[in-house]
């Protein structure tokens, strides 16, 4: 049952420490989102990846945010340094697109929770 | 003004009754996704449907492109249904998805 794996599920930290988050896809896709959730604003799209090459990270804060596929099989998201207003639920997804304009459905991790004291 | 609007927003039902959410957007799209979000917070896709009705057990989803309206309903709804249901519309060829602020379902035994 293939399935997205996203680590650790759960972390807590204090601000202005470092936060690596990684996200397993599914084996195949080749297509990689990072979302944000909170309670706020709901599900963001912070950035996304094909074929291992950054589309788009227009929702990214730039100068705290980073997001990387080093290789096809992982892919991360740091925060460097962390701030209370970045805690929130942090969801990893995978899909395979083509060349066309259609969408392909989309299969979510099970979320990194994170909570910045 | 929120490019994707649903409603309700929460919705309380009672057992077997067919319920109905809708989604409203005002971007140019080439795809519409439902998605599933338990109260534990998995997230699962339902449906992704660019023209016509899609079913799925008891779950139909309907979209009028013209309009720029899908709907979600359910039938024989069950308090296993009780989540989150959220509407996500696809502009591009990209894949990039623009959010609903999400229904809250609660189904009665």
């Known amino acids: 049952d293939a399935r997205v794996t996203q680590t650790p599920r759960h972390k807590v930290t204090e601000m202005g420490q470092e936060v690596t988050m990684r996200c397993q896809p599914i084996?195949?896709?080749?297509?990689v989102f990072w979302y944000r959730q909170t309670m706020m604003q709901g599900l963001e799209l912070l950035a996304y990846f094909r074929n291992r090459a950054p589309l788009d990270d227009s929702g990214m804060p730039k100068d705290r945010f980073s997001a990387e596929m080093p290789d096809a099989t992982l892919a991360t998201l740091k925060i460097q340094p962390s701030e209370p207003r970045d805690s929130a639920v942090y969801f990893c997804?995978?899909?395979?697109?083509?060349?066309?304009?259609?969408?392909?459905?989309?299969?979510f991790g099970p979320g990194t929770r994170l909570l910045v004291l | 003004k929120n490019e994707v609007e649903q409603s309700p927003q929460n919705l309380t039902a009672q057992e077997g009754e067919f319920i109905t959410i809708n989604c409203s957007y005002s971007?140019?799209?080439?795809?519409l996704h439902w998605l599933q979000q338990h109260p534990g917070g998995g997230i699962v896709s339902l449906f992704m449907l660019s023209s016509g009705k899609k079913k799925h057990g008891r779950l139909i989803a309907t979209i009028n492109i013209q309009e720029k309206h899908s709907s979600l309903h359910i039938t024989a709804s069950h308090p296993r249904d009780s989540a989150v249901y959220i509407c996500a519309v696809g502009g591009g060829s990209q894949g990039n998805l623009i959010f609903g602020k999400g229904t809250k379902l609660s189904v009665k035994p």
């Open positions: 084996l195949g896709h080749n297509t």
């Open positions: 997804a995978s899909g395979f697109l083509g060349d066309g304009k259609f969408i392909g459905t989309q299969y």
């Open positions: 971007v140019g799209i080439s795809a």
